[in-house]
């Protein structure tokens, strides 16, 4: 079964925006798990980009601090990734990843991943 599924990737030009969500196949991966976002591009090590650290605060990588936002609706039991002012550099594969919160930033401890989903920033 799918636990965390991603959607809402796709193209866009320099400058524009694009936000993805993550639904969480239960309530329980939602409320017990820190939940954020990695991205990876091929060669290279998966880096976190945005990750809650407790239910309220959210931690973001340097690059992209101003102009991402993480959040979480509970209810519908979905996190998302509003990207603005998006650059070429952020082109990669984003995944969504639910982690245990004594356990956050290191890729190699999260407990469930999504498939990923492609954004390509175009200059």
């Known amino acids: 079964q799918v636990q965390l599924a991603e959607s809402g990737g796709g193209s866009v030009q320099a400058g524009g925006s694009l936000r993805l969500s993550c639904k969480a196949a239960?309530?329980?991966?939602?409320?017990?798990?820190?939940m954020g976002w990695f991205r990876q591009i091929p060669g290279k090590e998966r880096e976190v980009v945005a990750q809650?650290?407790?239910?309220?605060?959210?931690n973001y990588a340097d690059s992209v601090k101003g102009r991402f936002t993480v959040s979480r609706d509970s209810a519908k039991i979905t996190l998302y990734l509003q990207m603005d002012s998006l650059k070429p550099e952020d082109t990669a594969m984003y995944y969504c990843a639910a982690q245990r919160c004594s356990r956050l930033g290191n890729a190699d401890t999260v407990d469930y991943w999504g498939q990923g989903t492609q954004v390509t920033v175009s200059s």
């Open positions: 239960s309530d329980y991966i939602f409320g017990t798990y820190c």
């Open positions: 809650f650290v407790n239910f309220a605060r959210a």
